[in-house]
């Protein structure tokens, strides 16, 4: 997040107490405006009661190994980790969350390269040899793990914060964010308010046109070893399912 000394912004993987039953729901991130912040720093708490893995990683540089991995660690169940950047033009990428053996996706950065990193000029954050053990291609869990999105960035004098948790794909793991301010005026609460309270089972997703399937891999212990596949992800085969077809008729007139 961009922020001065009175604020900050938190990732949360949300705990077993806040299950519920699973609704089909589609996150519409909306932009805020924070003047005269110019820091980021997000927070990475993982509130469930197993281990979870968080990789954080942007999309920066052409070729094979196009993103770069700011974050890659596994965090015990109450606690958390951080990436603070003193100077960040821009900020931006997916946060996935995890609870399997064998699925890092490389090597994240320390605090410190983070910090050195974010503050370079873009047209030097490719190429540069001290940096190219953080580049990977696409993660081993993308097809699965949880997942968020977020861009923070300088515009005209401010700062644009923009986050969402996905709720297109996949359901595997509860998430949030929040924005803690001492200070929160002129702040829409809409533009934090993208929450994914509920673990799925499988009885609710196959009830919403989603289909269950189990992770490739051996969860941490505790961890669910099922997901939801969405009906969005679902119906990248319209044939597949008979949810990819229910509402056709409406729309058959714009087609």
Same mark, same amino acid.
């Given at each position: 997040?961009? *922020?001065?000394?009175?604020? /900050?912004?938190?990732?949360?993987?949300?705990?077993?107490?806040?299950?519920?039953?699973?609704?089909?729901?589609?996150?519409?991130?909306?932009?805020?405006?924070?003047?005269?912040?110019?820091?980021?720093?997000?927070?990475?708490?993982?509130?469930?009661?197993? $281990?979870?893995?968080? #990789?954080?990683?942007?999309?920066?540089?052409?070729?094979?190994?196009?993103?770069?991995?700011?974050?890659?660690?596994?965090?015990?169940?109450?606690?958390?980790?951080?990436?603070?950047?003193?100077?960040?033009?821009?900020?931006?990428?997916?946060?996935?969350?995890?609870?399997?053996?064998?699925?890092?996706?490389? *090597?994240?950065?320390?605090?410190?390269?983070?910090?050195?990193?974010?503050?370079?000029?873009? #047209?030097?954050?490719?190429?540069? *040899?001290?940096?190219?053990?953080? %580049?990977?291609?696409?993660?081993?869990? %993308?097809?699965?793990? #949880?997942?968020?999105?977020?861009?923070?960035?300088?515009?005209?004098?401010? /700062?644009?914060?923009?986050? $969402?948790?996905? %709720?297109?794909? *996949?359901?595997?793991?509860? %998430?949030?964010?929040?924005?803690?301010?001492? $200070?929160?005026?002129?702040?829409?609460?809409?533009?934090?308010?993208?929450?994914?309270?509920?673990?799925?089972?499988?009885?609710?997703?196959?009830?919403?046109?989603?289909?269950? #399937?189990?992770?490739?891999?051996?969860?941490?212990?505790?961890?669910?070893?099922?997901?939801?596949?969405?009906?969005?992800?679902?119906?990248?085969?319209?044939?597949?399912?008979?949810?990819?077809?229910?509402?056709?008729?409406?729309?058959?007139?714009? /087609?």
């Amino acid at each position: 997040v961009a *922020q001065d000394k009175h604020s /900050i912004f938190v990732f949360f993987l949300l705990g077993q107490e806040v299950m519920a039953g699973l609704s089909w729901l589609y996150a519409l991130a909306l932009p805020c405006v924070s003047w005269g912040r110019h820091d980021v720093h997000i927070e990475f708490v993982n509130d469930c009661d197993f $281990d979870v893995s968080f #990789a954080w990683y942007q999309t920066t540089c052409p070729g094979a190994k196009p993103n770069v991995l700011f974050l890659n660690e596994r965090v015990a169940s109450g606690q958390q980790t951080s990436r603070v950047a003193p100077v960040a033009i821009f900020a931006g990428g997916r946060v996935y969350a995890w609870a399997a053996e064998g699925k890092s996706p490389g *090597q994240g950065m320390s605090q410190e390269v983070f910090a050195d990193y974010m503050a370079l000029p873009a #047209a030097q954050k490719c190429g540069q *040899q001290q940096y190219s053990s953080y %580049m990977i291609n696409a993660p081993p869990f %993308m097809k699965w793990g #949880a997942f968020a999105e977020l861009t923070f960035t300088h515009t005209n004098g401010g /700062i644009i914060n923009d986050a $969402d948790i996905s %709720m297109v794909d *996949q359901f595997y793991l509860p %998430m949030s964010w929040d924005w803690l301010y001492d $200070d929160t005026a002129g702040l829409n609460t809409e533009c934090y308010n993208t929450s994914l309270t509920a673990f799925p089972d499988q009885a609710a997703c196959n009830a919403n046109g989603g289909e269950w #399937a189990t992770i490739p891999a051996v969860p941490y212990p505790r961890a669910p070893s099922g997901y939801c596949k969405s009906p969005n992800s679902v119906c990248q085969d319209p044939s597949r399912h008979a949810v990819c077809s229910t509402s056709l008729g409406k729309f058959q007139s714009l /087609i």
